[in-house]
């Protein structure tokens, strides 16, 4: 693809070699002439000068001189560009002679069925959605118009999939929740009867859980995006855009609301509401019913205002300080108490 073809995709100009041809993508150092690469701060401005990549996504205020196509966000404008460089190879519509279809399942033509995968009774699959090796659907799912599951993705009954989501490899959709009561000497188990609705354009990484809703829905809004290895308990509300990183875990009733962003590893406890744009730090602790309000970013455990939370690692990194001051006044004491004796 030519320098300016890609210019043209992003409708902005180019600088330099127009005619230029880009065939795949790399990092500044260790591009090559069919490389595009980008410039996504000031570190990485200074090291440009030396890459060797045939064309660069810069910002506005990066010097001329080079063949370059200036853009507002080089790393969104990258992300843009990547799958015209890199096309995945379209899926041939049709079903896999190993699949196991219900009778009453509504596959349309359009989609593909892998090997191995099962499809349950009620299920419909909209157009060019691809189904993996070795997936399962169970009863009454429902899948929107080009979602991709990769292989051995695992869908229980009463889930419902919104258009162009991506589930990848090992995700469990609609699995009870972790819901017991307490009888007497032993637990006994609270039926799991709720659902899972998707919202579009949803992605949920490898291993990853949404457990179905004990009564009612658990549901993740348009646009969220989960990493792997993430847990969503019984009758979690996840709001529009939302992110996720990795081997974070929400326990039951927990609500994130629009555009917050959480961190890898973070537990949040029952009934918590995460509120509009609110950010939530890497191994945070977010208490029981406890409320993190807009916009606010927290960390740690009890998670706390980010400027506490600095206030008081810095308050810890001088305790071996502190203590040897009071171990000089506790000697001084001393000291002072022999004289007067």
Known sequence: MRVRDIAAHLKTTWEG???????????LESAARQDLSFVGNRKAASSAIQSQAGCLLVPEDFPKGRTVIRVRDPRAALAAVIPLLYAPAPATPGVHPTAVIARDAQISPSASIGPQAVIGAATHIGERS??????????????????????????YSNVTVGHRAVLHSGCVLGADGFGFVRAGDHYEKFPQIGRVV??????IGANSCVDRAALGVTEIGDGSKL???VHIGHNCRIGRHVVIAAQTGLSGGVVVEDYAVIGGQVGIGDKARIETEAVLGSGSGILTSKIVRKGQVVWGTPARPLKEHLLQLANL?????????????ERQ???????KS
């Open 17 to 27: 070699d127009g005619g230029h041809e880009i065939s795949s993508v790399a990092p």
């Open 130 to 155: 691809r189904i993996g090796p070795g997936c399962v659907l169970d009863g009454a799912v429902s899948i929107g118009s080009d979602c991709v599951l990769h292989a051995n993705v695992t869908i």
């Open 198 to 203: 998707i919202g579009d354009d949803v992605e």
């Open 227 to 229: 990493d792997n290895m």
């Open 317 to 329: 990194a001088r305790l071996p300080e502190l203590r040897q001051h009071i171990q000089e006044l």
């Open 333 to 339: 004491i001393r000291d002072l108490e022999e004289e």
